[in-house]
């Protein structure tokens, strides 16, 4: 059990450029959260995949925002023609789903900065 | 609509000084409870969960936390701080649907 790792941890963009982040969770985890975290507020829910079917998408996530999991294991996030107001951190979570309790092991966050 | 809320943005305690962070919840049922701990630049660490039965749980570091059903509150507490605990401390509530909703946070400041 390595934990839940993001890449990057730092992100410097310009405006209007794409980035893409990589999460990759706890090893049999079959769940897989992603949310964003801006300064002096808790994480907000982005989304959230069960294996690699995407079950629940916020309304925070615009159509400029997507998000894979195309195994069922590492999962990317994808903003396009960001904007300032994307500068936050992101974080990823997983879960393994059982006896209906939920528990979010999350990973160190990718810090997104958009100049 | 769910929320999470955290009376208290910043605290600050004397190293060995007793501790408590509140966390209200507002939800219709009684949810799954969480406190995660944030050193700057990190992730969250999770300190303690309630889901059901014993409503004082014990957590990691000597963290612990009661439910209290009527009061729909959920507040950690800690006997003696470490200058080690300065943080951010979160309270979130888990849902059924699986989402997590956490409060905004207490910031948690030890003087020596």
């Known amino acids: 059990d390595t934990g839940v790792s993001q890449d990057p941890r730092h992100k410097i963009t310009k405006r209007g450029q794409n980035v893409t982040f990589r999460c990759d969770p706890i090893s049999e985890h079959n769940r897989l959260y992603w949310y964003r975290q801006t300064l002096g507020q808790g994480p907000e829910f982005l989304t959230y995949f069960q294996n690699e079917a995407q079950l629940e998408k916020s309304r925070l996530l615009s159509d400029r925002f997507s998000a894979e999991r195309p195994k069922g294991s590492f999962s990317t996030l994808e903003i396009q023609r960001t904007e300032q107001g994307d500068s936050a951190m992101y974080l990823c979570a997983s879960s393994l789903r059982g006896l209906g309790k939920n528990i979010q092991y999350f990973g160190a966050g990718t810090r997104l900065s958009v100049l | 609509a769910q929320s999470v809320t955290q009376p208290d943005i910043h605290i600050t305690v004397s190293e060995g000084a007793s501790l408590e962070l509140r966390c209200n919840y507002s939800y219709g049922a009684t949810p799954y409870l969480f406190w995660y701990v944030q050193s700057p630049g990190q992730g969250l660490q999770l300190l303690l969960k309630?889901?059901?039965?014993?409503?004082l749980v014990q957590g990691i570091k000597g963290f612990e936390a009661e439910f209290k059903r009527s009061q729909s509150s959920f507040n950690l507490r800690k006997p003696s701080v470490h200058w080690s605990d300065a943080a951010e401390y979160f309270c979130a509530v888990g849902l059924r649907s699986n989402q997590f909703y956490f409060g905004t946070g207490t910031s948690l400041t030890v003087i020596p």
């Open positions: 309630y889901f059901s039965g014993d409503t």
